[in-house]
């Protein structure tokens, strides 16, 4: 009997001891807690590998201030759903989805959560606590269009799309238009493997644009497989995502990256300082850096790389933008007058083959 | 060049991987034991077989490790299905998810490193012979011995006494170790054999379908070799006809879309799939052949008694 009076006091003092301290001393020491959802392993060489060397820069930038976690290999289901509530739940205030399937999940979890902030990449939808950012990536294929249209013999380009989505599609159409700003006489052939990660599937789509004709192939999914296919076909290629010159060094002429640190590190100071808003939706191109070129294939010409180099510094200026009229669809009919750039909303829900690309989109 | 030939080149080595590993299976669903677990040895093979040739320069050693590593997991999953009885798709399905974790622990500094494509081999005089020569004769030492596993799987399965005892034992386990047959040796041995044709087929996937490695690499082809086992009613080579089918019509549809075909690629990309069960269902439309055909035993454990 006494003992367990004693014991009761004493838990009683040290509730009490706890709630106390906790609003003084806990709060300013906790750091803040930042979680990365991937779509992928770490090791994917592409995609997820920035995203994670992302949050490796912005722990480093913010030291112990910050506690960062990642769950990597999330499907775009009703299990990320689960993944979003589980770190939610443990205490993470600023979660960023890295993919575009996240859409819905988010939407249901951020509803529950109203206190944690939600990022989603490349995602249409925002909500009071979701913000969503996306790359320029346009800017980046569109220069890509610039080192390829110089660099064809056979006035033929290639490009491996995974999935008919306007932000995929974006691309394909950016690079042909930088092709055509430098060899009117470009046309590109497109394949779509419905997959981002199929590294025979890619090989093989490369394989057959290349016996196609196609002698300068950018692709659009995730894996090196079309860089080898390119370096032993003797043809010229581009990465994603990440450098994979290690895969072709005579193959990959360029090819676009992402560097998400600088981003990662912006929002998380917002969230520490308290201006971070929801509702926003940030696109970051080559100017702030979230998009940069690969580095350049010696091989290219000095005059081929001025011509890239200025149209790179012009897109920086704002002087270029790569969806600027006049802009013609695959049939002839025109889409963006001269002068104008697409509206937003076309950009948007872009579903159509700009003049020089052989096919039509798939519907 | 004739654009046929780069298109048949592209099927065979699409479906050689597939051979080898759905091959093997074939084997173990014979001896009535059910592995689901190829995919997690095709990515182990996959791993060892690049470690491997990159650590000795050889292909060979490249395969032959690839072929231990894919026994090894395997020998694991006959450990607990045929020793502790454990429920076998239960197993196979904890191997694939663990060759997954386990393949991308191993292979974490490997991941960014090229290695050599295992070359094609140039047979005198053959190889030259136009067309003929670049359609038949222009492949790496893999494919054909692919030709060869399937003569000899064949052979064994149909015309051979211990051939015929492992089917005896997929069949009817309790009668075969009633007339003094091991199941449980015969089927250590099937496992074993359907380890070492997965990871021969995830190496030839890092060595030669993509020489690299990167996790997950094998998206996906090993559940497609298990389904091509049913499909081909546990005949080896209907097993092979489905398997050059899948490779061919997936070319195929690549090649239709950078003719700018105007069909959706939602369907295309269906087509492979959707055209190897219409054909293979069509090869076996009795429905009573693939009862026949299916193994009486297939994946459930087998205690002796005695």
Known sequence: MKLSKTLKSLSLCIAAGLTVMAPAGGFAAEPLKVAFVYLGPRGDGGWTQQHDMGRLGLEKAMGDKIKTTFVENVPETADSERVFRQLASDGYTLIFATSFGYMEPLQKVAKLFPNVKFEHVNGFKTAANIVVYEPRFEEGFYLIGVLAGQMTKSNTLGFIGSFPIPSVIRNVNSMTLGAQAVNPKVKTKAIWVNTWYDPGKERQAADTLIAQGADNVAQNTDSPASIQAAQEKGTYAFSIDADMSSFGKKAQLSGTTEDWSGYYIAETKKVMDGSWTGNRHTRWGIKEGMVVMAPLNPEIPPAAVKVFEDKKAAIVSGALNPFGGPIKDNTGKEMVAAGATMPEAMFGSLNWYVEGIDGSVPK | MNPLVPMIASTVVAATPLIYAALGETVVERSGVLNLGIEGMMLIGAVAGFAATRGSGSDTVGFIAAAAAGVALSLVFGFLTLNLQTNQVATG??????????????????????????????????????????????????????????????????????????????????????????????????????????????????????????????????????????????????????????????????????????????????????????????????????????????????????
């Not at chain 2, 974790?101 to 490997?110: E, K, T």
């Not at chain 2, 034992?169 to 099937?190: D, F, M, N, Q, W």
């Open chain 2, 93 to 306: 399905l904890a191997l694939t998810l663990f060759g997954i974790g386990l393949s991308a622990f191993v292979g974490h500094d490997l991941a960014g490193l090229p290695v050599d494509r295992l070359a094609p081999i140039k047979i005198p005089g053959l190889s030259s012979i136009p067309i003929l020569g670049d359609l038949l004769f222009h492949y790496d030492i893999m494919v054909y011995l692919s030709i060869a596993l399937f003569l000899g799987v064949q052979w064994f399965l149909t015309k051979s006494r211990p051939g015929l005892t492992l089917r005896a034992i997929g069949e009817s386990p309790a009668v075969a170790h009633a007339i003094g047959k091991s199941v449980l040796k015969t089927r250590y041995l099937a496992v074993a054999f359907g380890g070492a044709t997965a990871g021969i087929a995830g190496a030839y996937l890092s060595l030669v379908q993509t020489p690299m490695w990167v996790e997950g690499m094998s998206a996906g082809k090993g559940w497609i070799a298990l389904a091509l086992v049913v499909f081909g009613t546990w005949k080896p080579a209907r097993v092979v006809i489905g398997a050059y089918l899948f490779g061919g019509v997936t070319q195929f549809q690549l090649f239709a879309q950078g003719f700018g075909l105007p069909i959706p690629t939602e369907f295309l990309s269906m087509l492979p799939y959707a055209a190897t069960i219409i054909v293979l269902v069509i090869i076996c439309r009795d429905p009573k052949t693939i009862l026949l055909n299916q193994p009486a035993s297939l994946g459930h454990s087998f205690h002796s008694a005695a």
